[in-house]
């Protein structure tokens, strides 16, 4: 498995930006395609965007369109999900994952921890 560290969450208010960030563990990093699903309280886990790593192909959810964007650093096994237009409905754990892609979690089977994104309105 991957093992997948996340960063960059935190506070911010409607209208602002945050980059976050995901670590992947190892060199097979190109194999795999990489996603972001958010997961807000009381809420189910929903897909956010994901890469696929031998192309760079990205599809983001309808929800995030034109404010979100799914990049990767293949050289250093990093992905990235910049969100920018934030609004207090982004708030939620923001989950890095890797596997064999889609929108679905079954597709993922390497989770990060989660950093939590706080946007006030």
């Known amino acids: 498995q991957v093992q997948l560290v996340e960063s960059g969450g935190g506070l911010v208010q409607a209208g602002g930006s945050l980059r976050l960030s995901c670590a992947a563990s190892?060199?097979?990093?190109?194999?795999?395609?990489m996603a972001w699903f958010r997961q807000a309280p009381g809420k189910e886990r929903e897909f956010v965007a994901t890469i696929r790593l031998s192309d760079s192909d990205t599809y983001v959810t309808n929800s995030v369109k034109g404010r979100f964007a799914i990049t990767t650093d293949s050289a250093n096994n990093m992905v990235y999900l910049q969100m920018n237009s934030l609004k207090p409905e982004d708030t939620a754990v923001y989950y890095c994952?890797?596997?064999?892609?889609?929108?679905?979690?079954?597709?993922?089977?390497?989770w990060g921890q989660g950093t939590q994104v706080t946007v006030s309105s």
């Open positions: 190892t060199s097979t990093f190109r194999r795999y395609a």
């Open positions: 994952a890797a596997g064999l892609g889609g929108s679905r979690d079954l597709g993922y089977d390497s």
